[in-house]
């Protein structure tokens, strides 16, 4: 493929897809690239109660779509496949999914941030299989089993509180002896009798074949190790910014955040623009990331109109 | 097209006894993906009439078939061959990564 675009678009979130309205708006025919897991985070939640303009709230995955319908309505083609690589040494930019190419004069970054993982034996192998990342999406299907929550934080707390109302049993793994989840929130996990908190606990392992069997507990204090029956691993121990495949490209911060000029949305290379929570560790709201996912399509806009050459 | 539902009556004469590829969406009302996944097994089914019979199982009302095929994460969607699993995949990954389940499977 060798026509050049004006805009390439990197990911499908609240960022993401506003960048996809501004730019269309502004006629630049953008093209965005929607990934694996298209419609970012709030794919994964429920009832959004803070997204302004909603009164009574509106279902994650029903701002999601409307978000991408409204971005096509303006000319931004969408094409539901990850990008693989990119090469932002020289312009045109150039992107691949698989072996495909596509090229640009600008790009905007709004890969947002993916779940962290332990990196224990039998994590990965088991993901979906008992492993799982969101228990709001997948807590039903734990009707009368035994859990585990991975994290001390609020999200941790949420995931476990969510698991109460299907699964027989609920374990917290909390590394050290406090909980870093805020008062109220932890009162209502101590409060609540499905709930057990196994302090300075740490998982080793998760084991099973096809399907999560047990898990291998390690107490950090006595060193002592147990394997205990589980049906499910919930990890909530937090997020990290999806910028894997910009590493080489691009100025990242000791986190792994694509760096950005301050109060403007262009990163360490001149024409690839970057907004949302791949860039943001303080605010993380959808609000916000649409909020720059705009500030980007207008720098990126400004730019192309006039430092383009 | 709209995609047929299997249910714990019919899933061992629609699925498990079809000679040739069927094409199993383990869904459910509350999840996220699942919608944007739905349409997507809807057109599927319709293009691929024919070559492999495409299909919806809502996991609250067959919790039996959700916890037999070890569905702990939806969507899941599991290809079976002559009744037998061949393949599966967790989380809407777009029209193509189903297409490519059916392609594999049919070369």
Known sequence: MSDVRKLIIIGSGPAGFTAGIYSGRAELKPLLFAGEKQGGQLMNTALVENWPGAERGIMGVDLMMQMRKQAERFGTEIIDKKVGKVDFSKRPFKVWVGEEEYLAEAVIITTGAENKMLGVPGEKELLGKGVAVCAVCDAPLYKDKIVYVVGGGNAAVEDALALTKYAREVKMLIRRDVLKASKIMAEKVKNNPKIEILWNSELKEVMGENRVEKVRVINNKTNKEQELAADGVFLAIGHKPSTEIFKEQLELDEKGYIKTSENETMTSVEGVFAGGDVVDSKYKQAVTAAGMGCMAALDAEKWLEKDYV | ?107
């Open chain 2, 1 to 107: 097209m709209t995609a047929v539902h299997f249910s714990v009556k019919d899933f061992d004469e629609k699925v498990i006894k079809v000679k040739g590829l069927v094409l199993v969406d383990f869904y459910a009302d509350w999840c996220g993906p699942c919608k944007m996944a739905g349409p997507v097994i809807d057109e599927l089914a319709g293009e691929y009439k024919g070559k492999a019979v495409v299909g919806k199982v809502n996991v609250d009302e067959n919790q039996e078939l959700s916890s037999k095929y070890g569905v702990m994460s939806v969507p899941t969607v599991v290809l079976f061959k002559d009744g037998k699993e061949v393949d599966r995949m967790m989380g809407f990954k777009g029209k193509e990564g189903y297409e490519n389940l059916i392609k594999k499977a049919l070369k």
